[in-house]
T-cell receptor
Framework: TQLLEQSPQFLSIQEGENLTVYCNSS?????LQWYRQEPGEGPVLLVT?????EVKKLKRLTFQFGDARKDSSLHITAAQPGDTGLYLC????????FGTGTSLTVIP | EAQVTQNPRYLITVTGKKLTVTCSQN?????MSWYRQDPGLGLRQIYY???????DKGDVPEGYKVSRKEKRNFPLILESPSPNQTSLYFC????????????FGPGTRLTVL
C-alpha cells in the first residue's frame, strides 16, 4: 500500500473564504491527479500534474506539485457553495492509489 | 454519450449469496478498474485490467473476482459475500497511459447482512 495523506480531513468555511488542502506521500509521484466527488456520484478529474514545481490553474482553483514530486496542494480562492465536495488526490500508474480525501463544505 | 454504467445501483443481500456487479464502458478504453469506498479509508483499488484477458490485483482483492472477456465489460464477482464487503463500489475506465483521466461510473451501494 502506498499511503497518500490528505489534510485536513474535513473543512467547513464561509462563502468567499480561501482555503488550501494538501496531499503528501513518502515516495515520489510519477504523476498526480486531483478529483472532486459530489455526493451520490463518482469522482471527476480536475487536473493532472506531472513536473516537479508545476502550477496549474483552473478558474479559482490553483494546483501545485512539489519540487520533489512528493506532495501537492490545491488552493481555492473565494470559495463558493458549488465547490462543496470531497477532494481526492491520486497517484497514477498501473495501480492507482487515492488519498483519504478532504471533505469541503462551503456555507452560503 | 460517453459513459461508464454499473448495475445494480443498490443491492442488499445476505452472507454467502453469490453476486455480480456489472460494469460497461462505451469509450473503447483499454484500462478498467474496480474500487471500494469506505468512510475514513478513501477509494481503494480492488482489481484492474489493462486490456482484454489481462487482470491484476489492486490493494484489496481478497474476496473478489473479476473477468475481462470483452473490452467494454468488467464485472465484479463476490463468490461468498461477507458483511465486511458492505461498501460503495465504483468502476472506472481510461485510455491506457499512466496519468490519463479515469472516468467513473455512478457507484453501486452494496449491503451484506
Amino acid at each position: 500500500t502506498q499511503l497518500l495523506e490528505q489534510s485536513p480531513q474535513f473543512l467547513s468555511i464561509q462563502e468567499g473564504e480561501n482555503l488550501t488542502v494538501y496531499c503528501n506521500s513518502s515516495s515520489v509521484f510519477s504523476s498526480l491527479q486531483w478529483y472532486r466527488q459530489e455526493p451520490g456520484e463518482g469522482p471527476v478529474l480536475l487536473v493532472t500534474v506531472v513536473t516537479g514545481g508545476e502550477v496549474k490553474k483552473l478558474k479559482r482553483l490553483t494546483f501545485q506539485f512539489g519540487d520533489a514530486r512528493k506532495d501537492s496542494s490545491l488552493h481555492i480562492t473565494a470559495a463558493q457553495p458549488g465547490d462543496t465536495g470531497l477532494y481526492l488526490c491520486a497517484r497514477t500508474g498501473n495501480q492507482f492509489y487515492f488519498g483519504t480525501g478532504t471533505s469541503l463544505t462551503v456555507i452560503p | 454519450e460517453a459513459q461508464v454504467t454499473q448495475n445494480p445501483r443498490y443491492l442488499i443481500t445476505v452472507t454467502g449469496k453469490k453476486l455480480t456487479v456489472t460494469c460497461s464502458q462505451n469509450m473503447n478504453h483499454e484500462y478498467m478498474s474496480w474500487y471500494r469506498q469506505d468512510p475514513g479509508l478513501g477509494l481503494r483499488q480492488i482489481y484492474y485490467s489493462m486490456n482484454v484477458e489481462v487482470t491484476d490485483k489492486g490493494d484489496v482483492p481478497e474476496g473478489y473476482k473479476v473477468s475481462r472477456k470483452e473490452k467494454r465489460n468488467f464485472p465484479l464477482i463476490l463468490e461468498s459475500p461477507s458483511p465486511n464487503q458492505t461498501s460503495l463500489y465504483f468502476c472506472a475506465s481510461s485510455r491506457w497511459l499512466a496519468g490519463n483521466e479515469q472516468f467513473f461510473g455512478p457507484g453501486t451501494r452494496l449491503t451484506v447482512l
